[in-house]
């Protein structure tokens, strides 16, 4: 049986290739034990092997496909009953790029089901014990495509753009809880989700894009600055506070209970 009192455990999603499994050995560097999930067992076996010789640290592989309610389930009591758990990293994510109407249902509700569903039941679980100890750190991986669509990524930028705001929520709803949330959202990054996606990897321009070891250092560097949403690749970080300063006029502007002017509506 784990000791909560002398060991805090991070489960990260998606830690079998790319951005998780970096995320997994620079948690492990900070001390962290770990609770490994993806589908494919053997790299997630191999990587816990790795960390835990490197690092010093207990690592637990844990096979589970995302999309599967049986496989949910089985995440979410850990999360709700394990108390040594105190980080959660949502990354576990993919990408199906091609025009809406090009793309099978399956393709579409795939990308529903693990960059939204599985993303919100494992937060919805883990988020009660989080507030009951007063602790935890949640961290949500998302992407520049939430604010932007490309003709090819309607339905990837749509389940990005609710990481945003269900995230963006959360912290609000979390704010005085001792729970932490923190957004991500990195631009191109070099892993394999793009040979997947149906834009191969070759085909970006490498200029803009990023290692996964840089992507993940950034973010860390932004979870250590106090930071609540970290964009790894913006020199500019004023960009996101005026972006956001012009959404809340918006929003604020949609309060007026009546047909804007223009609309000559007596
Ligand atoms: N790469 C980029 O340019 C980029 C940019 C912005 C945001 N992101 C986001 O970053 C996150 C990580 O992606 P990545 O770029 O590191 O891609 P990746 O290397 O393809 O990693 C995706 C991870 O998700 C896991 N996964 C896929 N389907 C799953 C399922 N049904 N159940 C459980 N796990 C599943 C994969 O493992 P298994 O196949 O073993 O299950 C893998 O570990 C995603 O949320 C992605 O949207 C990536």
Redesign the pocket.
């Known amino acids: 049986m784990t000791n909560p009192n002398t060991s805090k455990t991070a489960l990260i999603?998606?830690?079998?290739?790319?951005?998780?499994a970096v995320y997994a050995d620079r948690l492990a560097a900070r001390g962290y034990d770990l609770i490994l999930?993806?589908?494919?067992a053997d790299?997630l076996e191999a990587l816990c092997a790795q960390l835990t010789k490197t690092h010093g640290i207990k690592a637990e592989p844990v096979a589970?496909?995302?999309?599967k309610d049986q496989d949910l389930a089985r995440i979410e009591t850990l999360l709700a009953s394990r108390e040594d758990v105190q980080v959660l990293v949502n990354?576990?994510?993919?990408?199906r790029l091609a025009p809406a109407a090009q793309t099978s249902a399956n393709d579409a509700l795939s990308q529903i089901a693990?960059?939204i569903t599985a993303l919100t039941r494992l937060t919805q679980a883990a988020v009660p014990a989080f507030v009951a100890r007063k602790q935890g750190l949640i961290i949500n991986?998302?992407?520049?495509l939430a604010v932007h669509s490309l003709p090819i990524s309607a339905i990837y930028s749509g389940t990005k753009a609710y990481v945003l705001q269900y995230s963006r929520g959360l912290q609000q709803e979390l704010a005085e809880t001792g729970v932490k949330v923190q957004l991500v959202l990195?631009?191109?990054?070099a892993?394999?989700?793009?040979d997947?996606s149906g834009v191969p990897l070759a085909a970006l321009n490498k200029d803009t894009l990023m290692t996964?070891e840089d992507m993940v250092d950034a973010a860390l560097a932004g979870l250590d600055q106090g930071e609540t949403i970290t964009w790894p690749s913006v020199a500019d970080a004023s960009l996101w506070d005026k972006y956001d300063a012009a959404r809340a006029a918006l929003f604020a502007s949609t309060q007026a209970g009546k047909p804007a002017p223009r609309y000559n509506i007596a």
Do not use: C, H
């Open positions: 999603t998606g830690a079998s290739s790319g951005i998780g999930v993806a589908r494919r790299r589970a496909d995302l999309t990354n576990a994510g993919i990408a693990l960059n991986i998302a992407s520049v990195p631009a191109s990054t892993t394999e989700l793009w997947l996964t």
